[in-house]
């Protein structure tokens, strides 16, 4: 009986042996802490994009050794604002397996999630949408953006050089109800008052479009049916400063259906001095080119100011710089650039598009 008990002991000993010894050297699942990377689903072009990348930076950081020895990357893609709330606060009930999130908030109803992360001190960078507030401006770590103002001044300034003067007739067709609209309107606004123009000028000018969601069809509703009201005047000198290439999409599609009253088509046509918009996206690029399939080079200006959807990369390296240690920015900016049919060919589009020959 003494001899079993000494071979049960043994076998007990060694087994903890190598348990330990495993732990060790390998690392358990409880020694590492997740990052989680949550964006918004496909719902457009450019968020599209935003999550093809997060999940290869994600695919990219489970691939490397040395990262996986403190941590795990996983990507949550959210369907609507409900869901991505629920997904942070699922995640925060389970805080202390956390490293830190790199958030693209769904739109401004994030807020108060965005807070809970703050006061459980859960390490966080907001991408692309920004919310304020005092909590989350004390907290976060880094907010990673595209200039957004920048987009809209370099519209402005564009513009300005084109010929816009005060009492012409600008339709700005906005993205949503978060801060990246109200950026781009803001250093939109600013390249006019630095050319002169007051308050007055600007509201008589500038007329906002309802939100558009970012959604090209959306955009094209809401252009057609602009179009056909009292609104569009085509004794007006136009000019039409969209948010997003899905949205300059939408509207040269309707340029090229048959939706739009001909005549007045025709006459506004002529009163277009140029159609601005934002991000990279392939298409666009093709039609700059004069290379898509269906629809060629308008003869109104047409350009593209870039925001490009691969920032999310930078957020992610953000976050674990700091993570491990190392010194960020609390608002780090990425420049743009103005892409028109001169230059489009210096310029990385995202996304896909077969050009034709």
Known sequence: MKR???????????T????????GDGGSASDTKEVAVMVPSADHGWTGAVLTYAQEKVDELNADDAFTEKYSAKLYSATGVENQIEQVDDLLTRKDELAG??????DNGLQSSLEKIATQDVPFVQ????????????NVVSNVLGDNVGIGYE??????????EPGHYVYEMIGDNSSV??????GFRKALTEAGWTEEDIESTVVKSPATGWSRDTGKELFESWFSSSACDPSLTNWIFTHDDEIAMGILESMQGSALDESKKEAYLESLQSLASSSGLAEIYAVLKDKHQTIPHPEFDLFSVTYDPAMIKEAVDTLITKL???????NLIIPVNVVDKDNVDEYQPFGSYDEKD
Request: with cysteine; charged share 25%; glycine share 10%.
């Open 4 to 14: 079993m008990k000494g071979i049960l002991g043994l076998l007990l000993a060694m």
């Open 16 to 23: 903890l042996l190598f348990t330990l010894v495993a732990c």
């Open 127 to 138: 991408f692309d949408r920004v919310i304020h507030s005092d909590v989350i401006d004390e």
């Open 101 to 106: 999130i790199v958030i693209l908030p769904y």
């Open 155 to 164: 519209t402005g300034k564009r513009l300005l050089d084109l010929g816009l």
């Open 324 to 330: 491990d240690g190392g010194t960020v920015e609390q």
């Open 181 to 186: 609209p109200e950026l781009r309107s803001d």
